[in-house]
Every structure is written in structure tokens, then in C-alpha cells.
């Protein structure tokens, strides 16, 4: 193992309840519709991008929308709900730290936007933590796209296969998989077991505190 990518929102942090109502909050407001907690657990991970054009389509609104602005929106609303508190999930320091002990890289890599990552990550103290960060605006392409994985391999200096990634969503596992990298799933983001090996997890977990070291091996040792 050289190196390990971490997600955020669902692997690092409680996020999801947060996020949810931030979508339903403004698509409420701008639109007259509710977000379902099902129907936004299927997009959850994703490219938030997006997530918002889905959101639209489901619900029938049609012509010209602008995506970025409401986008914008969500994340103001988002980012209120985080201030309220911000839950860690148990193992994510004890991992980070172990990891580090090992001597392996580990980033950070989130559908996020830089501001919201940054906000998240000096609220919880995480962010010290890592030797790379990549948000949504390095790339083109957000999750199921394998970029933000890819991004951060570059920044680590270190092969695809040579890295493990820590996913609770399914975009973000099928983003690993196309990246040529080894998928951990974790299943603090609502996702099952069967699904997040369905996806192509290659190790499932219920919690980074179940996570044993020892069992993340790159390709080629």
C-alpha cells in the first residue's frame, strides 16, 4: 500500500442528512417540490452538478435552469446546517493516523467544491491530516468520472494501482474502479453490503473503525 484516497461527505463526516436537506430546501423553495430522502440517496456521491440537473429532470422542470446558481444556493443552505455540528465518524482519526504510521501518502478527494472541503475540513481538524486535497473545481468531470481519483494520485505522485480508495456511495466506487485503483467501501453512507459490492467494492467495512491496515495491499505486492 503507498497510498490511500479518502472521499468526505459519508466516509470522513455525517454529512448526508445535511446535504439532503440542503437540495430540499432550495428546490422547495425555487420550485415547489420536495426532495425525497430515497430519491436523493440514489444520486448521493455523485457530481452535484449533476445531481441537480437529476433532481430537475425527476420532478419535470424543464427548459433553461441555472444549475450553478442554484448549486450555489444549496451549498449556502449546506454549509448553515454544518454549522450546527459537524460529526466525525468513529475510526476516521485512529485510520489516518495508522495509516500515516505505515508510511503511506493519503489525500482527500470530494465532489464537494473546494470552499465547502476546506470549510469541513478546519471545522474537524482533518484537514492537517492530509498530504493532498482535490474538489470539484480541479477537474471536469466530478463522480461516477474516475478525474478526482486520478488528480489525486498525480498530486501524491503515485500510480493508480498502487492506491486504495474509501467510498461509501456507489458513483464514487464506480469512480475508483475506472481509476484503475483497489475500493474500499465503507457503509456510513446508507449503502448495503451487497450493494456496495455490486458496485465493485473490492473490501466492505461498516465503519473505519472495522477496518483492518493490514488488509490493504496495492496490485503488485
Given at each position: 500500500?503507498?497510498?490511500?484516497?479518502?472521499?468526505?461527505?459519508?466516509?470522513?463526516?455525517?454529512?448526508?442528512?445535511?446535504?439532503?436537506?440542503?437540495?430540499?430546501?432550495?428546490?422547495?423553495?425555487?420550485?415547489?417540490?420536495?426532495?425525497?430522502?430515497?430519491?436523493?440517496?440514489?444520486?448521493?456521491?455523485?457530481?452535484?452538478?449533476?445531481?441537480t440537473?437529476?433532481?430537475?429532470e425527476?420532478h419535470?422542470?424543464?427548459?433553461?435552469?441555472?444549475?450553478?446558481?442554484?448549486?450555489?444556493?444549496?451549498?449556502?443552505?449546506?454549509?448553515?446546517?454544518?454549522?450546527?455540528?459537524?460529526?466525525?465518524?468513529?475510526?476516521?482519526?485512529?485510520?489516518?493516523?495508522?495509516?500515516?504510521?505505515?508510511?503511506?501518502?493519503?489525500?482527500?478527494?470530494?465532489?464537494?467544491?473546494?470552499?465547502t472541503?476546506?470549510?469541513?475540513?478546519?471545522?474537524?481538524?482533518?484537514?492537517?491530516?492530509?498530504?493532498?486535497?482535490?474538489?470539484?473545481?480541479d477537474?471536469?468531470?466530478?463522480?461516477?468520472n474516475p478525474?478526482?481519483?486520478?488528480?489525486?494520485?498525480?498530486?501524491?505522485?503515485?500510480?493508480?494501482?498502487?492506491?486504495?480508495?474509501?467510498?461509501?456511495?456507489?458513483?464514487?466506487?464506480?469512480?475508483g474502479?475506472?481509476?484503475?485503483?483497489?475500493?474500499?467501501g465503507?457503509?456510513?453512507?446508507?449503502?448495503?453490503?451487497?450493494?456496495?459490492?455490486?458496485?465493485?467494492?473490492?473490501?466492505?467495512?461498516?465503519?473505519?473503525e472495522?477496518?483492518?491496515?493490514e488488509?490493504?495491499?496495492?496490485?503488485?505486492?
Amino acid at each position: 500500500m503507498k497510498a490511500v484516497i479518502f472521499d468526505m461527505d459519508g466516509v470522513l463526516i455525517d454529512s448526508f442528512v445535511n446535504h439532503w436537506k440542503g437540495y430540499d430546501a432550495v428546490m422547495k423553495k425555487r420550485f415547489g417540490f420536495n426532495v425525497g430522502k430515497k430519491e436523493f440517496l440514489k444520486l448521493f456521491g455523485g457530481d452535484p452538478r449533476d445531481i441537480t440537473r437529476k433532481l430537475l429532470e425527476n420532478h419535470v422542470i424543464t427548459g433553461r435552469q441555472d444549475i450553478e446558481g442554484i448549486y450555489d444556493e444549496k451549498k449556502k443552505v449546506y454549509e448553515r446546517y454544518c454549522r450546527q455540528g459537524i460529526v466525525v465518524f468513529p475510526g476516521v482519526f485512529e485510520t489516518l493516523d495508522g495509516l500515516k504510521g505505515r508510511g503511506a501518502k493519503i489525500a482527500l478527494a470530494s465532489s464537494s467544491s473546494k470552499e465547502t472541503v476546506e470549510s469541513m475540513m478546519k471545522a474537524t481538524k482533518l484537514g492537517v491530516k492530509f498530504d493532498a486535497v482535490v474538489g470539484l473545481e480541479d477537474v471536469e468531470k466530478g463522480k461516477p468520472n474516475p478525474d478526482l481519483f486520478l488528480k489525486a494520485a498525480e498530486r501524491l505522485k503515485v500510480r493508480p494501482e498502487d492506491c486504495w480508495v474509501v467510498e461509501d456511495s456507489l458513483p464514487g466506487v464506480e469512480a475508483g474502479k475506472k481509476a484503475g485503483m483497489k475500493v474500499i467501501g465503507v457503509q456510513t453512507g446508507f449503502r448495503t453490503r451487497v450493494e456496495l459490492e455490486k458496485a465493485g467494492a473490492d473490501l466492505v467495512v461498516e465503519n473505519l473503525e472495522n477496518l483492518k491496515l493490514e488488509d490493504l495491499k496495492t496490485t503488485n505486492e
